[in-house]
């Protein structure tokens, strides 16, 4: 069966300072994936998605890159943190398949600025 | 630019009663349509998903409709159960797999 990791769970760090995530995928090969971030009080904002190793697509002008550097492992990254960085960061992955293009979603980051 | 519009950011239903939760969209190139339901400090779960070449799909309490004229779809949850109680996000694609989220209702169940 198919997991996906996420870490660490929550983080606090101080404007100005890098930031690296972490998201991972077991028991599936190739898969699309993606970066969201939920900020309080808004929806799902879809920040880079993936096809493959190496191919990143940026939805969201802002400070904060991805990469992909296996083909299950995605890295959100910031060089200095911004205090509008604060949220709630999800990733999630996806097989297109027969239509059942649905995304599962890891358990998430709580990323607070100060 | 919200193409994914959840009007109602909160909704509070009696435990046994029916749950609707309502989404509208503008860009009628959307061809799939999803609710997902997240719990606090949890990542979104699947729901149920529709179709554009449908109206209804229909799994266990959990119904949706869509109306394509309107651009709108709803989630109707019947009888709503204590363990609803979560935030709905629906989303809407066409072709390429991203999805577009909207930005979600909160429902609270009440015993």
């Known amino acids: 069966s198919q997991t996906i990791h996420q870490w660490p769970a929550t983080l606090v760090q101080p404007v100005g300072s890098p930031l690296s995530l972490e998201c991972t995928v077991e028991?599936?090969?190739?898969?699309?994936l993606y970066w969201y971030r939920q900020a309080a009080g808004r929806g799902l904002q879809l920040l880079f998605y993936?096809?493959?190793?190496?191919?990143i697509s940026s939805e969201v002008p802002q400070n904060l890159s991805a990469s992909r550097p296996q083909d299950r492992q995605f890295i959100l990254s910031s060089k200095k943190l911004l205090l509008s960085d604060s949220g709630f960061y999800l990733c999630a992955w996806s097989v297109l398949g027969q239509g059942l293009d649905t995304q599962y979603f890891g358990p998430g980051t709580r990323l607070t600025v100060l | 630019d919200q193409q994914v519009k959840q009007n109602s950011p909160s909704l509070s239903v009696q435990e046994g009663r029916i749950s609707i939760l309502n989404c509208d969209y503008t860009n009628s190139m959307f061809d799939y349509f999803l609710w997902y339901k997240k719990y606090p400090a949890e990542g979104p779960t699947f729901l149920i998903s529709i179709s554009s070449i449908k109206d209804k799909n229909e799994d266990g309490r959990f119904t949706v409709f869509l109306n394509k004229s309107a651009k709108h779809l709803s989630l109707h949850i019947v009888p709503s159960q204590p363990g609803d109680s979560a935030v709905y996000f629906c989303?809407?694609?066409?072709?390429?797999?991203?999805?577009?989220f909207g930005t979600g209702t909160r429902l609270t169940i009440i015993p």
């Open positions: 028991g599936t090969s190739n898969p699309n």
């Open positions: 993936s096809v493959g190793i190496g191919q």
């Open positions: 989303a809407a694609h066409f072709g390429n797999e991203k999805l577009t």
